[in-house]
């Protein structure tokens, strides 16, 4: 293998036969998940709980997730606060 380049293989980007096939399929039916679940949501028609689960449902397509961040201290402890001032005061001043 020669080191810093990437020889042989599947080009970056390119999917792999089993998902290629998958989603000729979907394309090929016509309607795809997302769709579905978006077309149940705009229903007046249809139950608010059914709509309200498509809407579940159908958000992670739509909006990503925000990462959950959690701040700490020094080995795992809480957060310490330190105020530095600009000026410092030299002794003997």
Do not use: C, W
Request: aromatic fraction near 6%; proline fraction near 8%.
């Amino acid at each position: 293998m020669a080191y810093g380049k990437k020889t042989g293989g599947r080009q970056k980007g390119v999917t792999n036969k089993a998902t290629a096939a998958r989603e000729a399929e979907i394309a090929a039916s016509g309607v795809t998940p997302l769709e579905y679940m978006l077309k149940i949501l705009r229903d007046t028609q249809a139950e608010p709980m059914r709509r309200d689960d498509m809407a579940k449902a159908a958000a992670p397509y739509v909006h990503p997730k925000f990462a959950s961040v959690e701040h700490t201290g020094p080995e795992g402890g809480p957060l310490q606060v330190v105020f530095k001032t600009i000026y410092e005061q030299r002794p003997g001043d």
